[in-house]
């Protein structure tokens, strides 16, 4: 921990760091201390800019999406400081904020909360990457906004904004990789006539098996996207009403490393490890999502009505086109809110309720959770003022979650008893973020975050195929609760950036999974949920030295340490806890209003992750990992024809060295040992090339 601590504290004095950098204009890039002036974000208390924000926030943007080198949209998000995922193959990834994931962080999209089955290994987040225009990260909890499931933070996928009066837009992106043939295509066609808005996007993704440097070719990690969404809208200056429909579909085979005993190569399922089809066990992940959005100047202020319909279908095949686990989920959110304009004394009030209606049903013949119907409801009243140099911020919220798990019946046996839950819990937030001069910000947040247990921790009973393991659940556990203060600093001047941000947080009945002696199916390793009390610290440091306006060097470091309290050395520290993570660039801006060429770009980089030795060994649940340095590049322009932007060319490379590693967050580090070379698991994904074209159109 001391180490660790020794190197945040010397990035801070001493290195230069790879900032976010938000482009509002697709043809001018502004440094990011004047831009963060004017961008916008969902807070904890509501919409502020994020110079007031008084928790660590983060922007992507739409160019910096665009560059990103991901198969999804949690891997492109995941590039950012404090943040890290949670890998199945290449196709399966969950979000992690500083050390905490699955039902702790909210991912919010088209205005809702993302709801499929994410308490899950091998379910993924249900999201086109395609229709994501920008991303907004809050890192800690934000239980005052969103309620239970907030604890870590915040991912808000923000979609195609609303074109311009009077405009038509259309858009061609396409892709490519080479490591796994990942093809990406996506139509999108939107406009506004006279307030009448309307956008519509296709689009379709698929990759074969990926490649690592020392087995080849992962068998059966290949997957297929389609997608499909549609807006239509109204804009008047009573205010808005709109309409949003998706449809998402992912095909995600699940690898499972198996060995050849004697050899060790990993067995193939089929000849063609190139196939685009699906193999065996695979499984069929749907999402449909209907939410209608609007919002009414009422008074001084403005009224926000927000209802949506979900359902997610996950379907499990060990069969040709015969699934066994089937779990049908419907969700109905709702969120009411009512948000004043500036009051006497430069005050904002919003308050309002909101939460969600659930049911699941087993349509399958094999089980992991029982049927169960939920009911959530919060209520939240927050404020935000600036006064003088001072932006001020909090509030105050109710929760409660009521849950009714039903009784099944598998064979003439007791499956699943019938139980009922509820769990409730206040929580609030307080912060400040004092503007000491037109250089420097310091920031402070103090934030209780709220979590009720889901229903995989509460009473799973089961096979997890795409994590290799029977998973049983704790009916006895209790709703974790935590307390996390955040301080910061921002520095900005003509040529440089630079930030510091440290947290510290206690989680009382911190929920986790681990393996246990017991044998219940004699193919898959036993794991079982169990609670305690948990202390997490740590933070980012990042600066950006720009001594040209051509030339960006940056460097930053993120830490987490996890740890349960009061326990012995082999079950000292939490399970999933990423690595110390240093990551550090260098971008030269070769061209700008170039008459062919713009905004023409080179870049070098260096991923270096650190050797976790912090991990849960108890019962072999886990293993340290070692120390890996990936080396990235990247170059890119806008094409110009009379004038105008007509195509966007970016050619990005990642692990350029080819070099053989494995994350500590990787679910397929567990896989089958190679009785050969003694190491276990399947490795991450080696060299990849990645091209990206876009033709965007205005009329």
């Known amino acids: 921990m001391k180490s660790y601590l020794s190197i945040l ?26 831009e963060l002036k004017q961008v916008v974000v969902t807070g904890p208390t509501g919409a502020v800019k994020m110079e007031d924000m008084s928790m660590p926030a983060a922007v992507i943007d739409r160019n910096e999406l665009r560059m990103a080198a991901a198969t999804n949209i949690i891997d492109a998000v995941s590039k950012l400081p404090g943040l890290s995922q949670v890998t199945t193959g290449g196709g399966i990834a969950k979000p992690v904020i500083r050390g905490l994931g699955y039902n702790r962080v909210v991912v919010v999209a088209d205005g809702v909360r993302q709801e499929g089955q994410q308490w899950g290994d091998e379910h993924g987040v249900e999201i086109d990457a395609n229709a994501v225009s920008s991303v907004e990260v809050l890192k800690g909890p934000a239980s005052l906004l969103y309620g239970s499931d907030a604890l870590a933070g915040v991912l808000k996928l923000n979609t195609d904004p609303v074109v311009p009066l009077d405009k038509i837009r259309l858009n061609v992106n396409t892709e490519y990789q080479t490591n796994n043939g990942l093809f990406n295509y996506s139509l999108n066609f939107g406009g506004n006539k006279q307030g009448l808005a309307w956008n519509i996007r296709y689009g379709d993704k698929m990759a074969h098996a990926y490649k690592t440097p020392i087995d080849g070719y992962v068998p059966n990690s290949q997957f297929r996207e ?38 060790g190569e990993l067995e193939q399922p089929y000849i063609d490890t190139k196939t685009y089809h699906h193999g065996l066990p695979y499984q069929q992940v749907y999402h449909y999502k209907a939410v209608l959005d609007n919002a009414f100047h009422v008074g001084d202020g403005k009224l926000n009505a927000v209802l949506a319909y979900q359902q997610n279908r996950r379907q499990e095949f060990e069969e040709p086109d015969e699934y066994g686990l089937y779990l049908k989920l419907h969700t109905v959110n709702y969120n009411i809110h009512y948000v004043t304009r500036r009051l006497s004394g430069d005050w904002r009030i919003t308050g309002g309720v909101n939460g969600m209606w659930q049911r699941s049903v087993n349509e399958g013949d094999e089980y992991l959770i029982p049927d169960y119907n939920l009911f959530d409801f919060g209520a939240f009243a927050t404020t935000t003022a600036n ?57 402070a947040n103090a934030a209780r975050g709220f979590r009720a247990p889901n229903i995989s921790e509460l009473a799973s009973n089961g096979v997890h195929e795409g994590s290799l393991r029977y998973e049983v659940g704790n009916q006895e556990l209790k709703p974790e609760f935590s307390l996390q203060f955040d301080l910061g600093a921002e520095f900005t001047a003509s040529w440089i950036d630079a930030q510091l941000s440290l947290f510290s947080n206690r989680i009382d009945n911190y929920i986790f999974i681990h393996r246990t002696g017991e044998v219940i199916d004699d193919d898959f390793m036993t794991f079982c949920y169990d609670s305690g009390d948990a202390q997490l610290l740590g933070g980012e440091v ?14 930053n470091f993120s830490m987490v340490n996890a740890v349960q309290l009061h326990q012995p050395d082999e079950s000292k520290y939490l399970p999933f806890t990423p690595a110390p993570r240093w990551q550090t660039d260098v971008k030269w801006e070769i061209l700008h209003d170039g008459r062919v060429l713009n905004n023409a770009f080179v870049s070098l ?40 932007r007509v195509a966007c060319l970016s050619i990005t490379g990642t692990n350029l060295t080819n ?29 990849n090339i990645i091209f990206k074209l876009t033709f965007p159109l205005e009329f």
């Open 9 to 34: 504290l010397l990035a801070c004095v001493g290195t230069v760091a790879a900032q976010e950098v938000v482009v509002l204009d697709s043809t001018d890039v502004f440094f990011r201390h004047i």
């Open 226 to 263: 389609p997608a499909l969404s549609g807006m239509m809208g109204v804009n008047r200056s009573w205010g808005h009403t709109r309409l949003t429909g998706s449809y998402f579909h992912l095909t995600p085979s699940i690898a499972e490393g198996e060995r050849d005993p004697m050899t």
């Open 387 to 443: 006064i003088g140099r001072w932006a001020l911020n909090g509030g105050i919220r109710f929760d409660n979650r009521h849950l009714n798990s039903h009784e099944l019946m598998d064979d003439g046996e007791l499956r699943f008893e019938a139980f009922k839950r509820d769990f409730s819990g206040f929580t609030a937030s307080i912060g400040a973020v004092w503007h000491a001069n037109d250089h420097l910000d310091l920031r």
């Open 542 to 555: 990042a600066l950006d030295i720009h001594p040209w306006h051509f030339l960006h060097l940056g460097t």
């Open 605 to 644: 980089g260096v991923d270096y992750n650190f050797k976790q030795e912090h991990y849960y060994c108890a019962d072999d649940t886990e293993t340290a990992t070692p120390a890996y340095c990936l080396l990235n590049a990247a170059i890119g322009t806008d094409i110009m024809c009379k004038g105008k």
């Open 659 to 687: 070099k053989a590693y494995q994350s500590h967050l990787s679910r397929l580090k567990y896989t089958d040992i190679n009785p050969v070379t003694g190491r276990q698991g399947v490795l991450n994904m080696g060299r």
